[in-house]
């Protein structure tokens, strides 16, 4: 706008503020007018736009009126009267001169030729004034006429206000009567408020906090003493709770290896778990590169921290770029902001850089850190914390004999047990009260006493001999490193040669399968083998029948893997666990799969009872699996790529994305090392991966990008069966976005590279993904046929979880078509089938279109219950266009309930999720229904349809969304929606047209259903449109509609057929308006869900 129509828009404002402050105030609710100002000043130019057709008239009128416009100045520039008034100058100059030559007094003389001067000018003015007023007054009433620039101006303000400044203000009451409610239904202060998909996110991160306790490793079952130092840490905890400053507990338990540092740290983190709402421990490995691996890097630890206590997704997916300081900068930011007035327990474990603990330490929070040292940390004095060093000294004589009692007996000590030991006193002195060499050393002077007396003996000898020192290279002080040498010893060979061995499974805990690929042994020998390792004081329990081994036993254990074996030997053991490994999960995805194209060859029971016998197995090894991946130097690069994408699958099969953003980063690095950064076929099996991953969380736009990128990589590479899912992956990720004729096209791109017989389980993929982009194309024919194939296919692979989404989609077309006992049918075959791959997503999504289903068989209490658990699920999978559409769903649900208030509320956040995620389709389809039941709301609350400018503004854009995208069916009901609007409005030739165009649409793709509700609002119009002939065709057309039934009409519009046939019989008065709103004679929500289209055997 131009300036001076801003300020006549703006001050329109003001007085429609006005107004509605004089409302508000009668109505006992008054408003803020100065922020109801403002926020309308900042969207003025949104609401001029409602404008614009009457602002460009307005504007071209007034060019063209001022073409010949001008101004007395210009009248006197084009007059030229610089010539009159030189003559006038001249004239008065002679008068004077004359007067002088006669002998006049000079004073008389020079007045006479200023008073001719004078007249002359007037004379002059006066001319040209004479000319230009009579113009000037033309010209005035030329703009006030009908038509003219003033009536267009009126025109242009009075949109502006009706289309643009009212709705906006509906909005703003409406928003305003909500907070109003909220605040009474909310007598006490709650959490802060979130705003949109922020809902989303806090129900992600309180499931993830709840769950955080479980992956604590286990508290050892013979942890004795430390009472104080326990007791300590809480009084300290209390005493920060207490202070009137909000800042974190530090702790540093320093001491020397053996010692009990971490054991006391998780011991006080599950004593004090009540104060804190989560927690993690972080293995900092900085005691040294034990296993080849370097310390973690500060990134990896925040990374870390943030995918255990519920950090947001995106950060632990895609993690692009080098790990430099600006990173690691931005990832402690997010990592403080997201812990920012949360108590959480964190254990940093074998820290040495006072540094990075620093970057760790959470800012605002009341948590508690604590960190295992073997020296003091000196925290920088920046850190806002309360930083306290605790020494962790040897165990003291009474609770190392307690500790004794404990391993010796295989249970818990006694506090009031007798002081007797188990053993020789000898004992005491040879585990130094370290907690490990204590219980390495029990089990000896149960099995070898002669040893542990000889070793006994020569103790002061050892103490004595300089040379009997510690090495500084060790890892371990002399008194661990003789306990442990004692305990080696002890242990039969085939014991030894798995202990020895374990060092190359990396540090995370490992169980029977990765034992017995070792040592070359079955899983059960193998499994007893660990158990008498723990029971030998040198493996520490997990959980279950997983094992860890401490840092100090490991390093021991490589030292003796180097001194008593050839690089040849370990290095085929190392293969053989890698390969084993890649079958093991190789077959864990292929039973939930089915024979797809990178494992079709790779069957075998491998002892698994059943899939959920097999996926408990690969839950639990997930972490070991990875840890693996990181030294695979020497091992043949096809098993390596077998483990990577079997890992990847089960990875997308249980949303864990920050192990996918893990695997990615590493196979990144591993191929950067071998000199193809970027372009190996471990990469390109990650990205596939990493790219759907991104949809799921609605990243579109990046998965998109991902996709596309991989699929150009399968193709210079001449990998068809690789480009072929790729393209799967990449059309329906299209189809997300809304772009279904280029999804179609993708996907039938693949299935031609997918003809062999042999990819016939990729096939299968590739069908049901197609028939999801023909359903909502409105074909439902080929849709269902496309499926019977993708099923038969799916059957012969034996792929339970592809099984599932094929009778997914099938559900969905039978909904389509009002089928809805064999829809819900279909729908639960498939929650079954979802629930045996324990896949969390699908369930949520069957679950969703259960709900769904009811809302169509016009059952909506029972649906509301089931969407909003649906929603729950999909909040707990971080399924964020689940949610979204589910969101939308239970909007549908609401109305047909009759609260078209709270429904309304749904669809605008589901709305919002849409937008946020770019998904054009579930955007177009949110902004249709909330128009829809934002006009029924309005109208309801006013009597009729003349307020529904702002849902006209939703339905005219869903209505653009939809013509973008390609959708016929959405763009029809779209029109028809307007035509009643713009009924309703008086607006009769434009509702006419849109009931045409309607129905030109629902022919073109065949939907007979709509085409008769477009053909009967028409008839409604008529009458009003052409009166007089309007009637008799209106009639003639209803005859038409009534003569022509079919299987596909909806049963109501019989019904209203006949009721306006009445109507006509008794005449229709267009004085009276449109009657069909008053007398519900037009389309509901159930009749557009359901498609009109006839199938193959439909007659």
């Not at 006669?102 to 000018?121: D, E, F």
């Not at 542990?452 to 002399?478: F, H, N, V, Y």
């Not at 305990?487 to 990396?506: I, K, Q, V």
Request: net charge negative; with cysteine; glycine share 10%.
């Amino acid at each position: 706008m131009r300036d001076s129509h801003r300020g006549e828009a703006e001050r329109l404002l003001e007085r429609a503020v006005d107004e509605e402050d004089r409302r508000a105030a009668a109505a006992g609710a008054p408003v803020d007018r100065e922020a109801l100002l403002a926020r309308g000043r900042q969207t003025l130019d949104a609401l001029a736009a409602s404008a614009a057709e009457e602002y460009e008239a307005y504007v071209r009128a007034l060019d063209e009126a001022a073409d010949g416009e001008e101004s007395l100045g210009e009248a006197f520039r084009r007059q030229n009267t610089s010539t009159a008034l030189l003559v006038t100058a001249v004239a008065a100059v002679a008068a004077a001169g004359v007067d002088l030559s006669l002998g006049v007094a000079t004073g008389t003389a020079l007045t006479a030729g200023a008073v001719t001067g004078i007249a002359g000018a007037a004379a002059t003015v006066a001319k040209v004034t004479a000319l230009h007023l009579p113009a000037a007054n033309r010209r005035a009433g030329e703009r006030g006429r009908p038509g003219g620039p003033e009536q267009l101006k009126l025109q242009w303000l009075s949109a502006l206000e009706v289309r643009g400044i009212r709705p906006f203000l509906e909005q703003q009451r409406a928003v305003a009567a909500a907070a109003r409610q909220a605040a009474r239904q909310a007598p006490r202060p709650a959490a802060p408020p979130l705003r949109g998909g922020d809902r989303s996110a806090e129900a992600r991160r309180r499931t993830v906090l709840e769950q955080s306790w479980a992956q604590l490793p286990q508290p050892a079952a013979s942890f004795t003493g430390r009472r104080a130092e326990l007791a300590r840490i809480a009084q300290w905890v209390q005493t920060a709770r207490a202070s009137t400053e909000t800042r974190p507990v530090v702790v540093v338990l320093h001491g020397e290896p053996g010692a009990g540092r971490t054991a006391l740290a998780l011991r006080a983190a599950d004593a004090l778990r009540d104060q804190f709402r989560g927690a993690c421990v972080v293995d900092l490995r900085g005691g040294g590169p034990v296993g080849g691996e370097a310390p973690l890097p500060t990134r990896e630890a925040l990374l870390h921290l943030l995918n255990r206590l519920g950090g947001p997704r995106e950060q632990l997916l895609f993690r692009e770029g080098a790990a430099g300081e600006q990173q690691v900068r931005r990832l402690g930011e997010l990592y403080h902001q997201h812990l920012q007035g949360l108590p959480v327990t964190v254990v940093l474990d074998d820290a040495v850089d006072a540094e990075q603990v620093r970057m760790l330490v959470p800012e605002r929070s009341e948590s508690l850190v604590l960190v295992t040292a073997q020296q003091p940390l000196e925290l920088p004095p920046e850190v806002r914390a309360w930083v306290h060093q605790l020494p962790v000294e040897p165990l003291a004589d009474p609770d190392a004999a307690e500790l004794l009692r404990a391993a010796a007996d295989g249970v818990a000590p006694s506090a009031d047990d007798g002081g007797s030991l188990p053993g020789p006193p000898q004992l005491l002195a040879l585990g130094g009260g370290l907690p490990l060499a204590l219980r390495v050393l029990a089990p000896v002077a149960a099995t070898a006493p002669e040893a542990l007396t000889a070793a006994a003996e020569a103790l002061p000898a050892r103490a004595e001999d300089p040379g009997q020192g510690p090495d500084p290279a060790e890892a371990s002080g002399p008194r661990l490193e003789r306990a442990l040498g004692l305990a080696y010893a002890c242990l039969p060979e085939e014991r030894r040669r798995l202990l020895r061995r374990l060092t190359l499974a990396g540090r995370a805990s490992l169980g029977p399968s990765a034992a017995a690929a070792l040592i070359d042994t079955d899983r059960a020998a193998a499994g007893r083998l660990l158990h008498d390792l723990a029971r030998a004081g040198l493996l520490d329990p997990v959980r279950g029948e997983r094992f860890r081994m401490h840092d100090a036993v490991r390093a021991y254990a490589e030292a003796r893997l180097a001194a008593d074996e050839d690089r040849a030997t370990a290095s085929a053991a190392h293969g053989r666990l890698i390969r084993s490994y890649a079958q093991l999960a190789d077959t864990v995805i292929r039973m939930v799969d089915g024979k797809t194209s990178h494992r079709a060859g790779h069957f075998g029971g491998h002892g698994f009872l059943s899939l959920d016998a097999a996926l408990r197995w690969l839950d639990e090894e997930s972490s070991f699996i990875t840890a693996a991946l990181r030294h695979t130097e020497d091992v043949d690069q096809q098993a390596v790529l077998d483990l990577l994408g079997a890992l990847c699958d089960f990875c997308l099969l249980r949303g864990d994305l920050y192990r996918l953003g893990e695997i990615n980063e590493l196979t990144r690095t591993v191929e950067a090392a071998h000199g193809e950064p970027g372009q190996g076929r471990m990469v390109r099996s990650v990205q596939w991966r990493t790219g759907i991953a991104a949809r799921q969380i609605g990243e579109l736009d990046k998965a998109r990008t991902t996709l596309a990128s991989v699929v150009d990589q399968y193709r210079e590479a001449q990998q068809d069966a690789g480009a072929g899912m790729a393209l799967i992956s990449l059309g329906i990720t299209l189809h997300h976005q809304g772009q279904l004729p280029e999804a179609a096209a993708r996907i039938r791109e693949a299935l031609e590279l997918q003809e062999p017989d042999k990819l016939a389980g990729d096939r299968a993929w590739g069908l049901h993904a197609l028939a999801a982009v023909e359903r909502d194309r409105a074909r439902l024919a080929e849709a269902m046929a496309l499926l019977e194939q993708s099923l038969a296919l799916h059957r012969e692979s034996e792929s339970v979880h592809g099984e599932a989404w094929a009778h997914f989609q099938l559900g969905q077309v039978h909904l389509r078509l009002g089928a809805v006992p064999r829809a819900e049918e279909e729908l639960r075959l498939a929650l079954d089938l979802y629930g045996r791959t324990r896949d969390d997503r699908g369930r949520a999504w069957a679950l969703t279109q259960l709900g769904r289903a009811r809302v169509v068989d016009g059952d909506p209490g029972p649906a509301v219950g089931q969407l909003r658990e649906a929603l729950a699920r999909h909040r707990e999978a971080e399924d964020a266009r689940g949610e979204a559409w589910t969101l939308y769903y239970l909007g549908h649900a609401l109305e047909e309930a009759g609260d078209p208030d709270q429904a309304v509320r749904e669809l605008e956040r589901a709305r919002t999720m849409f937008s946020r995620m770019r998904d054009v389709y579930g955007l177009a389809y949110a902004r249709h229904h909330s128009g829809r039941v934002t006009r029924d709301q309005r109208a309801a609350q006013t009597g009729n349809l003349k307020n529904s400018g702002f849902a006209r503004q939703l339905l005219v854009d869903a209505r653009a969304d939809f013509r973008r995208i390609g959708l016929a069916h959405g763009e029809a009901w779209t029109c028809v929606e307007l035509a009643v609007v713009d009924a309703g409005n008086e607006r009769v030739a434009q509702a006419l047209g849109l009931c045409e165009e309607a129905a030109r649409l629902f022919i073109s793709y065949g939907d007979r259903r709509g085409e008769d509700w477009a053909r009967f609002l028409r008839c409604t119009l008529l009458p009003y449109a052409v009166p007089g002939a309007g009637v008799a065709e209106a009639r003639a057309e209803l005859t038409r509609l009534a003569g022509s039934p079919h299987l596909m009409r909806e049963a109501r519009l019989a019904d209203c057929l006949d009721t306006y046939t009445v109507v006509l019989g008794r005449g229709v008065d267009p004085a009276e308006g449109w009657q069909a709103w008053r007398l519900a004679l037009t389309p509901t929500l159930l009749s557009r869900e359901l498609m009109g289209v006839p199938l193959p055997d439909s007659p």
